[in-house]
Structure formats: structure tokens, C-alpha cells
């Protein structure tokens, strides 16, 4: 079954997404959609699209899209991701799936209701790379692990909709959810989180982080690490750190390096991600996106009934239980028991 996917926005990742799209096994871009019909028409010419609406409301009453992507603001995820569920779609929604835990049962209790299935799009989880840091932690490469240091910073000037808290933005909510789910898969559940935060002079509304660092106590001792900036050089940084050596992933969100780092005796292995080509990775260059076309093609494959989704329910609450509580804590200034 070939899965037809509709996009939700006309924004910039979108554009990533129909690339994806077009590249991925089992599926196919339908429609596009946007809140102008002439700038949807424009959109839709340049990524590919046969169809394009000039509402969201008109993309999701079309019965011949199976699957909805849905890179909105993050303030809308929630509102628009059960909308397109309860119109009988499949979601794939951009990170954060939402800022609120509720928020997040609320969604996957529509999905129930409706008989489909939301993905919250954490594009990296499903690389081979990702996959292979995992193997190494099981096979106990680097011993016990005790530390997870996660980093992720952009320079985003004043006036970017990454700094406007009112759609969701701000360092934490933009760019802590890379971290924050890197914590949560190589260390499990918090069981505290203590952060701080710079407020964001040039941001708009209320407590605005332009930065931010958090501490998270995981379970068996260990301890994760996050910083996130907005208007720092770009930086892309996981290290994870055992009793007995360390993994270190240069690029660990886009995932284009081709390579991890197993350092253990001051002496460092660096691993090929897909030594057999099994996932057709592309060479290692700046504007590699298999990230998003393994993301689509394992939708794809969830929502056409091939495979289980590899992250769920559980997985999506639990993530935006820890980001709430990072965020609450940098705003009071006060540790915050999960």
C-alpha cells in the first residue's frame, strides 16, 4: 500500500518533507495546504504537489489522503494533529507533539477513538546511527552508563517564530525536545529536573527563554545534561559517558556524518552507521536527509498497517511530561519532581 500524504503548512520543513516524501518507499505526496490559496498553488509547484487547498479544513475533508504531516507552530500541534485525526486521518506531527501532557493523552485518546494512528516526528530515533549508539550501550561497550550530555543550538535573529513564546517557541520548547529525548532514550524517565534560563531580550511574550541548561536525574544514578541556545553558532553534540569509555555522535539530530565514536582506553574506533547499506544512506554532505526519509518511510509503513510504530502513547506523554517540568523549572527557578 502506497500511503498519500497530505502537508498540513506551507512552511519551510515542509519543503524537507516533500523531498522525503517523493524519496521514501511507500509513500506519496497528494496535497498541500495553506492558509492563502495562491501561496498553497505556489507551494504546491514547488514541492511537487498535484493538489493544493487554501485551507486546512479543505486538506483534511479530502477522503483520498491517508496521512496528514503537520509542521504548524507548536502551540497547534495538539488543536490541528486531533482535527486531522478525528477527519480519519493517520498523523505524523513535527516535535514537540505538544508542550502539555494532557495535551498529549488528549491526542492519542482521538487517535482511539478515530481507529488511526499519531506519530510524534522525532526523525533521529529512527536512524541507523541512533540505532547503533543503542546496540552499544545494550552490548555494555562503555560499562555502566552514568552521564548523557545532549547539546543543540541555532542563531535565529529577532523576530524568527522560534523566539515568539506565544506559538511555542523559545529554547526549550524549540530545540530542548531534541535533548530532552535523547536523555529519555539512552538514560529512561527523569525523576527530577532542576534548569535555568536567560530570558530573550528580543523575544515576545511571557518568560521567553533564549537559552537554557537543565539537569535531569534519571534512574540507577544516572544523570543527563542539556543546553540549548538560540542565538549561539549552530552546535549538534550527544556524548554519552560510561565507567568504561564514551560514544560520542558528532551530528546526532540531522545525522549526516556517517559515523559514531567509541572511545574507551584513550584510544578512539570511529563505527560506520550502515557498513552494509541495508538503509541507502546518502554520502555525507551538508543537505542529507535520509533522517526524514527513514521518519517517513516507517510511518508510511505504520500507517499502511506493514509495521508498529516504534514509539507510541507512552513515549509522547512521557516526553512532554519531562519538557513541561524543564520548562517549569527554568521559569520558578525551582527543581520539579516528575
Known sequence: MTVRWGL?????????????????DGAELAAVAGRDADRAAAYAAEVGSPVAYGS??????????????????ITLHGEWTIRALEAGKHVLCEKPLTLDPDEATAVFDAAERAGRLAIEGFMWRLHPQTRLVRRLLAEGSIGELALVRAALSVSAPAGDIRRTTDLGGGAL??????????????????????????ADPAG???????????????QDGVVGLIDVGLDLERRDQLELVGTEGRIVVDDPWLCRSGAVDLIRAERSERLPVDPDGAYRLTPPRPDNEDAYRLEFEAASAAFGGRAAPAFGRDDAIA?????????????TGVTVVL
Open 204 to 218: 515576545t511574550g511571557a518568560g521567553h527563554d533564549l537559552r537554557a541548561s537543565a539537569v535531569l536525574e534519571l
Open 56 to 73: 486546512y479544513e479543505e486538506l483534511l475533508a479530502d477522503g483520498g489522503i491517508d496521512a496528514v504531516y503537520v509542521p504548524l507552530p
Open 173 to 198: 520548547a524549540d530545540l530542548g525536545g531534541f535533548c530532552v529525548s535523547a536523555v529519555r532514550l539512552f538514560g529512561g524517565e527523569p525523576s527530577t529536573v532542576r534548569a535555568v534560563r536567560v
Open 8 to 24: 498540513l503548512s506551507t512552511s519551510g520543513i515542509g519543503r524537507v518533507a516533500a523531498r522525503a516524501i517523493a524519496a521514501a
Open 319 to 331: 516526553q512532554a511530561r519531562a519538557l513541561e517540568a524543564a520548562r517549569r523549572s527554568a521559569a
